[in-house]
């Protein structure tokens, strides 16, 4: 064997800090605001939910922020992860193009959310918190906060988007074995819930409503989010960093960096070590976040502040939104139906260092399947809106003759999702349409009295 499949790297490579691009963000960061006075929301704003290191962390002026020790030890589990080079994918779409993936879904959980999950349990735990709510869409952030708790010592309390708690029985059974409490959203356990008693399927706006309620009531609990805040990007920032080792190993330099944006934070998690890089560097490389054609906020959406959650309750963050009453079509890639993206990479967007693009569900299948057939991953439909887009590069590179070194996030394995695959496999997957008529009517709800940002 001449040349390597994979790239491994040692424990003791795991990285020792996170990036945290914030201070470097052109133009500088714009303040979340409170949705009450309008004014920037500070640290005592979000006391009520997240513990005093997370808080630091969400405005920090560092560059890099020190992984805690037991956080690092706890990553070891898998950590880190494998770098591919997809050899047997670039010969059946016959590219000259040289194509790797990063592959996060050797997790416990599957994905990458546990990078956040772990260090999130840790800060609560210093802190002296015993419970720990949050939501779950498909149930992957869900497991990887159940996970994370075990590993703490934390009881962690979710609330399930209905219509994932019907269809994905296997997903809520992970986050019981760890010990999770697993409830059905809407409940009739707090006001918001009841107050959406009618909705059939549940959404990811009630579930946010249901878990920053409960925590909000006790000081003893707190609330944990899988996505879009700039705490939870900087933890993803590990993915990055050891691809830059592991192409360093190759040899390599990426001319395009590319991954799934869902709240945007696999996307950083990859993407923003490389961006730094760049900056320092003098690399040429292009970033792409990918997103589904049914929900494309970063394509399709306004810049401007807006709430995080359906029912008003968050602060109010300056993003690309759909507007937070936009119901996304039911798509398979539940972790990418989301109405906004994070401010840290909404910013990116907006300042044209990183370019967004929109795919269509079943041409997202149809790359899963070759990646499938190829590499053997079986991968989530998240991560397929990477990998379609990874092969798009590697046709443009070919039609104008170039090699391109293509690196995307293979974010998480699909293996909960082969209902969704079922469908695909029997012709009946649908390709929801956009409506932009919907999305107008959501953004004229954006919150009256915030500034109107350029
Ligand atoms: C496998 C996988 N990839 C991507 C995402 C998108 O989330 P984010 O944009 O925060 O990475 C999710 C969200 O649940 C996911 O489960």
Not at 233 to 246: F, P, R, S
Request: glycine share 10%; with cysteine; net charge negative.
């Amino acid at each position: 064997m001449s040349e390597p499949t994979k790239i491994l790297l040692t424990e003791d490579q795991i990285p020792t800090s996170w990036i945290n691009v914030l201070p470097e963000l052109p133009g500088g960061a714009l303040p979340p605001l409170h949705p009450g006075t309008m004014q920037p929301a500070g640290p005592d704003d979000l006391s009520a939910l997240f513990p005093p290191a997370v808080i630091e962390q969400e405005v920090s002026s560092e560059h890099e922020i020190k992984i805690p020790d037991a956080v690092r030890e706890a990553l070891g589990l898998w950590r880190p992860t494998p770098m591919y080079r997809a050899r047997a994918l670039e010969q059946a779409i016959g590219t000259r193009s040289r194509i790797y993936y990063k592959y996060e879904g050797v997790s416990p959980a599957g994905s990458h959310k546990p990078n956040s999950a772990i260090a999130q349990a840790y800060y609560n735990q210093q802190a002296g918190i015993t419970k720990l709510t949050t939501e779950t869409g498909a149930g992957q952030w869900g497991s990887a906060l159940s996970f994370a708790g075990a590993k703490f010592g934390i009881d962690v309390e979710i609330y399930m988007v209905g219509s994932s708690y019907d269809q994905k029985p296997y997903r809520r059974s992970m986050m019981q074995t760890w010990g999770a409490q697993v409830h059905r959203s809407p409940s009739d356990r707090t006001e918001a819930g009841k107050a959406n008693a009618g909705s059939p399927t549940g959404s990811l706006g009630i579930a946010i409503s249901e878990a920053v309620e409960l925590a909000a009531q006790r000081p003893d609990t707190n609330y944990s989010l899988g996505s879009v805040l700039n705490h939870v990007l900087l933890h993803q920032t590990v993915i990055g960093q050891e691809t830059i080792a592991q192409l360093g190993i190759a040899g390599e330099t990426p001319d395009v960096v590319i991954a799934a944006a869902g709240g945007g934070s696999n996307f950083a998690g990859l993407a923003f070590p490389w961006w730094r890089e760049k900056r320092r560097h003098g690399l040429s490389t292009r970033f792409v976040a990918t997103e589904p054609a049914a929900c494309p906020t970063l394509t399709q959406g306004a810049y401007g502040y807006d709430f995080g959650d359906a029912s008003g309750l968050t602060p109010l963050l300056p993003m690309y939104t759909l507007g937070h009453g936009f119901v996304p079509p039911p798509v398979h890639a539940g972790g990418l139906r989301y109405h906004g993206m994070a401010p840290l990479v909404s910013a990116l967007v907006k300042a044209g260092e990183v370019e967004a693009r929109a795919i269509r569900q079943n041409e997202t299948f149809d790359a899963a399947l070759t990646f499938a057939r190829t590499e053997g991953i079986i991968p989530a439909p998240e991560s397929a809106h990477a990998i379609r887009t990874a092969v798009i590069e590697a046709e443009q590179a070919d039609a104008a003759g170039e090699e391109r070194v293509i690196l995307f996030l293979l974010s998480g394995h699909g293996h909960f999702d082969l209902a969704a695959y079922d469908q695909y496999l029997a012709g009946d997957l649908e390709d929801p349409e956009f409506s932009s008529a919907e999305r107008d009517r959501a953004l004229d709800e954006l919150p009256k009295g915030a500034p109107a940002i350029a």
